[in-house]
């Protein structure tokens, strides 16, 4: 059973740019959440879905921000018009639907030039 | 709002000897508390978690952690540290199927 997949592993970017971030969960789970951590520092929230819907975005940016995990594919995570404050890595995890131990993937590693 | 405190931003170890990673954590009601190590560069590995029953878990690696509510803590141990456990260490806490809250991460260093 692979694990959660993510890709690309590094992705660069100039400001302006637009980044999409892509993860496919572990066969058979359902959930899928999306943290960011910046440079030393925790990972952070961001949002959580289940498939065609969100469940919790609060942790968000509201603008330039967005997230979706259709019926069928990845779910994908994306930037639009980065800034250079958006560098960080970004790990996308999943969980089944009995109980919240979430597997994390490798990450994406963004860098805004 | 739930939060997870990691007082001990770096702690340097000999190898050999025991180590004792501290998290205290807030959280509204029956917690689950989660241990992940990340290499540099690399994702999250879970240690080991804890929803219920035992308070003193096992987990992989020779690692263990106590839940003990009477003082929000969740800390991690391991009674001999090998140079290949230095690496990040982050305590999670979350309810159910939402989200982790992480601390901020104790970076661990191994001497000879």
């Known amino acids: 059973n692979a694990g959660v997949m993510q890709n690309p592993r590094h992705l660069v970017r100039r400001r302006g740019q637009e980044a999409r971030l892509r993860c496919s969960p572990m066969?058979?789970?359902?959930?899928v959440y999306w943290y960011r951590q910046l440079p030393e520092e925790g990972l952070k929230f961001m949002v959580y879905?289940?498939?065609?819907?969100?469940?919790?975005e609060s942790g968000m940016p509201k603008e330039r921000f967005s997230a979706e995990f259709p019926k069928e594919g990845p779910s994908i995570l994306r930037i639009q018009q980065v800034v250079r404050g958006d560098s960080a890595a970004y790990f996308c995890?999943?969980?089944?639907?009995?109980?919240?131990?979430?597997?994390f993937g490798p990450g994406t590693r963004l860098t805004v030039l | 709002a739930q939060s997870v405190t990691q007082p001990d931003i770096h702690i340097t170890v000999s190898e050999g000897a025991s180590l004792e990673l501290r998290c205290n954590y807030s959280?509204?009601?029956?917690?689950?508390l989660f241990w992940y190590v990340q290499s540099p560069g690399q994702g999250l590995q879970l240690l080991l978690k804890?929803?219920?029953?035992?308070?003193l878990v096992q987990g992989i690696k020779g690692f263990e952690a106590e839940f003990k509510r009477s003082q929000s803590s969740f800390n991690l141990r391991k009674p001999s540290v090998h140079w290949s456990d230095a690496a990040e260490y982050f305590c999670a806490v979350g309810g159910g199927n939402e989200k982790l809250t992480f601390g901020t991460g104790t970076r661990l260093t191994i001497i000879p």
């Open positions: 066969k058979g789970h359902s959930h």
């Open positions: 804890y929803f219920s029953g035992d308070t």
């Open positions: 959280y509204g009601a029956t917690p689950y």
């Open positions: 995890a999943s969980s089944t639907n009995r109980d919240n131990e979430q597997f």
């Open positions: 879905l289940q498939k065609e819907n969100i469940i919790d």
